[in-house]
């Protein structure tokens, strides 16, 4: 299992974790609503959203009224969102006893468009949007001071809240020689092996951790059975006390989202008709200096061994997050797969601290073939869970839509999650959510074509919030895919916004809200987050940077004269080659893999981002597994990527087709010596037969459209 795959689950498993232990910590539901002044409007007004996309419109109006101030959803005394709502009565306090940094930012970037006027709506005024927003900030810089919830600067991702106190998270795991030092050799060594036994601890990093599992039967009262022996009040005291812990435990990805929220807040409160409002002022101000108390914790979880960011930092212990790695050893988590929700957010963190560029360049990414509707294959970016959070990001802000490379590749994305829907009728986008199983929530729930994982994927439960975000990249489309599955689509509506999802096995709505998607689809379908983010890029001197990233490469002929071309196959079968007016003839069967790279001069290293990678050819045979890959130049300052960068490729048996991929606008892309063309046999020997016509690279001319 990949690190990016085990990141993934583990987020997972942290609101899993978070859910089970929250009721020791909930917030009565009878707490008296928070005051907010609600204005004489009574009309939504998006001046981003064209008056004709009424079904947009109307779903972002229903997403609203989840922060209708009758329903609790804002803790009074800290400003912040809960993580959600569950129906289910008896459950119904988990979701509203803790919260995490990527709903807080959201929720404060929320306010901000409410107080600069871009989302009017009658639960919120923009004068309360801007006490709500004085007193979210306010409570983050206290936070971001207290040693029980931060660290470097850097706050822990979940909070509970605790008679209006907010406490960090419980220990995860468990170093076995805690238990050795505070009991003893022989005592301790006991008392480890009973929490095994009591099924309170599972073995990891071949026993040297135990990572605890608070299930039924978890606590103080079930001292029996195998902990029998220890149930007498001090040393029954002594073991939950090491059991849990409260930690201050550091997420890369959720702190950077909160970062990024923030500078868009600021965007926000920039706009001219408010910037000089000295309350607007002084918010700024307050945003800004939290954002840049956050430096030294980013500076801390970036590698340079690596070149890329830690995913996290257990700053009690001092130890990076990491998770067993299918053989019983504990590896270090890092942010090293670029296609995720953090893509935006990781790029801006670089750009604002002034980090090593190597942070985004290491980070690998896949490209795989889909298969429309109508038969034709075209190419995406695939996510670890093929999900369409992760594909388009929980916001998109990055001027990617000014930028040819990702628009096209975000739109192709948008035009696949579509076509995807629409074929297997489904109300809504594959994407990490509840699944309608239970309790579940899972990220495995996606497109398996778009996805890296082999892990079976989840095609029955659609949810609505990346719709939002698919929104702002084509808007018409999106609103018409509402129009067309209006009737299900709306029948998720309630007086507290949208449900999460549908689960189409059962027919049935799933009963769960997330702060974050119903934020994330508000925030998407008032489509603000580019401009915001512009104007604070423009403040920090940040668009110039920005566009550097971006730069599109040169043009190149892969076929050139002067570049080598290599046959090459893994057990030495038979090759029949020849390179003939330019055109290279590849014949072999292969039992294993094979192909062609594809060298440039010694010492040449090339740029291929933000551009199309053309490839035109004859094959005599179909070809199911191609696969196109990228080597940087031997005396390259970074070390290359851990996950390497690749395009997966079908290629049909024809006299003359092409395959077209535009790779995103990335430094992942320069430095560029070799590009190779494998192709790859599994249980027969498969004949490969084919001519190259033409190989290139053509950069798009323009990096940042006006």
């Given at each position: 299992?990949?690190?990016?795959?085990?990141?993934?689950?583990?987020?997972s498993?942290?609101?899993?974790?978070t859910l089970?232990?929250?009721?020791?910590?909930?917030?009565?539901?009878?707490?008296?609503?928070?005051?907010?002044?609600?204005?004489?409007?009574?009309?939504?007004d998006?001046?981003?959203?064209?008056?004709?996309?009424?079904?947009?419109?109307?779903?972002?109006?229903?997403?609203?009224?989840?922060?209708?101030?009758?329903?609790?959803?804002?803790?009074?005394?800290?400003?912040?969102?809960?993580?959600?709502?569950?129906?289910?009565?008896?459950?119904?306090?988990f979701?509203?006893?803790f919260?995490?940094?990527?709903?807080?930012?959201?929720?404060?970037?929320l306010l901000?468009?409410?107080?600069?006027?871009?989302?009017?709506?009658?639960?919120?005024?923009?004068?309360?949007?801007?006490?709500?927003?004085?007193?979210?900030?306010?409570?983050?810089?206290?936070?971001?001071?207290?040693?029980?919830?931060?660290?470097?600067?850097?706050?822990?991702?979940?909070?509970?809240?605790?008679?209006?106190?907010?406490?960090?998270?419980?220990?995860?795991?468990?170093?076995?020689?805690r238990?050795?030092?505070?009991?003893?050799?022989?005592?301790?060594?006991?008392?480890?092996?009973?929490?095994?036994?009591?099924?309170?601890?599972?073995?990891?990093?071949?026993?040297r951790?135990?990572?605890?599992?608070?299930?039924?039967?978890y606590?103080?009262l079930?001292f029996?059975?195998?902990?029998e022996?220890?149930?007498?009040?001090?040393?029954?005291?002594a073991?939950?006390?090491?059991?849990?812990?409260?930690?201050?435990?550091?997420?890369?990805?959720?702190?950077?989202?909160?970062?990024a929220?923030?500078?868009?807040?600021?965007?926000?409160?920039?706009?001219?008709?408010?910037?000089?409002?000295?309350?607007?002022?002084?918010?700024?101000?307050?945003?800004e200096?939290?954002?840049?108390?956050?430096?030294e914790?980013?500076?801390?979880?970036?590698d340079?061994?690596?070149?890329t960011?830690?995913?996290?930092?257990?700053?009690?212990?001092?130890?990076?997050?990491?998770?067993?790695?299918?053989?019983?050893?504990?590896?270090?988590?890092?942010?090293?797969?670029?296609?995720?929700?953090?893509?935006?957010?990781?790029?801006?963190?670089?750009?604002?601290?002034?980090?090593?560029?190597?942070?985004?360049?290491n980070?690998?990414?896949?490209?795989k073939?889909?298969r429309?509707?109508?038969?034709?294959?075209?190419?995406?970016?695939?996510?670890?869970d093929?999900?369409?959070?992760?594909?388009?990001?929980?916001?998109?802000?990055?001027?990617?839509?000014?930028?040819?490379?990702?628009?096209?590749?975000?739109?192709?994305?948008?035009?696949?999650?579509?076509?995807?829907?629409?074929?297997?009728k489904l109300?809504?986008?594959?994407?990490?959510?509840?699944?309608?199983?239970?309790t579940?929530?899972?990220?495995?729930?996606?497109?398996?074509?778009?996805?890296?994982?082999?892990?079976?994927?989840?095609?029955?439960a659609?949810?609505?919030?990346?719709?939002?975000?698919?929104?702002?990249?084509?808007?018409?489309?999106?609103?018409?895919?509402?129009?067309?599955?209006?009737?299900?689509?709306?029948?998720?509506?309630?007086?507290?916004?949208?449900?999460?999802?549908?689960?189409?096995?059962?027919?049935t709505?799933?009963?769960?809200?997330?702060?974050?998607h119903?934020?994330?689809?508000?925030?998407g379908?008032?489509?603000t987050?580019?401009?915001?983010?512009?104007?604070y890029?423009?403040?920090?001197?940040?668009?110039?940077?920005?566009e550097?990233?971006?730069?599109p490469?040169?043009?190149?002929?892969?076929?050139?004269?002067?570049?080598?071309?290599?046959?090459?196959?893994?057990?030495?079968?038979?090759?029949?080659?020849?390179?003939?007016?330019?055109?290279?003839?590849?014949?072999?069967?292969?039992?294993?893999?094979?192909?062609?790279a594809?060298?440039l001069?010694?010492?040449?290293?090339?740029?291929?981002?933000?551009?199309?990678?053309?490839?035109?050819?004859?094959?005599?045979?179909?070809?199911?597994?191609?696969?196109?890959?990228?080597?940087?130049?031997?005396?390259?300052?970074?070390?290359?990527?851990a996950?390497?960068?690749e395009?997966?490729?079908?290629?049909?048996?024809?006299?003359?087709?092409?395959?077209?991929?535009?790779?995103?606008a990335?430094?992942?892309?320069?430095?560029?010596?070799?590009?190779?063309?494998?192709?790859r046999?599994?249980?027969?020997?498969?004949?490969?037969?084919?001519?190259?016509?033409?190989?290139?690279?053509?950069?798009?001319?323009?990096?940042?459209?006006?």
């Open positions: 299992m990949s690190i990016v795959e085990k990141s993934d689950r583990l987020y498993l942290l609101i899993a974790l089970c232990l929250s009721a020791a910590v909930a917030t009565s539901t009878s707490a008296a609503p928070q005051a907010v002044h609600l204005g004489e409007r009574a009309n939504f998006y001046p981003k959203v064209p008056n004709d996309h009424r079904h947009l419109r109307r779903l972002v109006n229903n997403a609203f009224s989840y922060l209708d101030p009758a329903h609790r959803i804002i803790d009074p005394v800290s400003g912040y969102p809960v993580e959600g709502w569950n129906q289910e009565p008896a459950k119904g306090l979701l509203r006893s919260t995490q940094l990527t709903a807080i930012g959201a929720w404060i970037e901000a468009n409410i107080a600069a006027g871009q989302a009017d709506n009658p639960y919120i005024s923009r004068d309360a949007a801007l006490d709500g927003l004085a007193l979210a900030v306010a409570t983050l810089g206290a936070d971001q001071r207290d040693p029980d919830l931060a660290a470097k600067g850097l706050l822990s991702n979940f909070m509970g809240f605790d008679g209006g106190q907010r406490r960090g998270p419980l220990l995860e795991s468990i170093e076995r020689r238990f050795t030092d505070t009991f003893g050799e022989r005592d301790g060594q006991a008392i480890w092996q009973a929490l095994l036994e009591k099924g309170w601890l599972h073995e990891e990093d071949n026993g951790n135990g990572r605890i599992l608070r299930r039924e039967g606590g103080a079930h029996d059975g195998a902990l022996p220890y149930a007498d009040p001090a040393r029954q005291a073991i939950m006390g090491l059991l849990d812990q409260r930690v201050v435990t550091i997420i890369f990805g959720d702190n950077a989202n909160l970062t929220a923030l500078a868009r807040a600021i965007g926000a409160l920039l706009q001219p008709e408010i910037r000089d409002v000295p309350q607007v002022v002084a918010l700024r101000d307050a945003m200096r939290f954002i840049e108390a956050q430096k914790g980013y500076a801390h979880l970036f340079p061994q690596t070149g960011f830690m995913f996290g930092w257990d700053a009690t212990s001092d130890r990076f997050v990491g998770w067993e790695d299918g053989r019983g050893n504990r590896v270090t988590g890092q942010m090293n797969y670029f296609i995720n929700e953090f893509r935006g957010p990781l790029i801006f963190t670089v750009l604002r601290y002034g980090l090593p560029v190597a942070a985004i360049r980070a690998g990414f896949k490209i073939p889909y429309l509707s109508d038969g034709r294959d075209t190419y995406a970016l695939a996510a670890w093929g999900s369409a959070f992760q594909l388009l990001g929980l916001s998109l802000f990055m001027q990617e839509l000014r930028n040819p490379a990702w628009r096209s590749a975000l739109e192709t994305l948008v035009d696949i999650e579509l076509d995807f829907s629409t074929r297997h109300p809504g986008l594959l994407s990490e959510a509840y699944s309608g199983r239970g579940e929530y899972t990220g495995l729930i996606g497109i398996g074509d778009l996805a890296v994982t082999e892990s079976p994927l989840d095609t029955q659609p949810s609505l919030y990346s719709l939002g975000v698919a929104y702002g990249i084509a808007p018409e489309q999106v609103n018409g895919f509402l129009q067309t599955e209006w009737a299900r689509i709306s029948s998720l509506f309630t007086d507290h916004g949208p449900w999460e999802g549908w689960n189409t096995a059962t027919d709505v799933i009963p769960y809200q997330t702060t974050v119903t934020l994330s689809l508000i925030l379908g008032i489509n987050a580019h401009e915001n983010m512009r104007r890029l423009d403040a920090k001197n940040l668009s110039g940077p920005l550097a990233l971006y730069t490469g040169q043009r190149i002929d892969l076929l050139a004269a002067e570049n080598r071309i290599i046959p090459w196959t893994a057990q030495e079968e038979p090759i029949a080659f020849a390179r003939e007016a330019g055109t290279p003839r590849f014949a072999s069967t292969i039992k294993g893999s094979g192909g062609l594809f060298v001069p010694a010492g040449q290293g090339v740029s291929l981002s933000n551009g199309t990678l053309s490839i035109r050819l004859t094959s005599e045979t179909e070809i199911e597994d191609a696969v196109i890959a990228f080597k940087r130049a031997t005396d390259d300052t970074h070390p290359p990527p996950i390497p960068i395009i997966f490729a079908r290629v049909p048996k024809a006299e003359d087709s092409t395959i077209e991929v535009v790779l995103p990335t430094p992942a892309l320069q430095g560029i010596s070799e590009v190779s063309l494998t192709f046999s599994h249980e027969q020997p498969a004949r490969v037969d084919l001519a190259i016509r033409a190989f290139d690279f053509v950069p798009f001319e323009v990096a940042l459209e006006p």
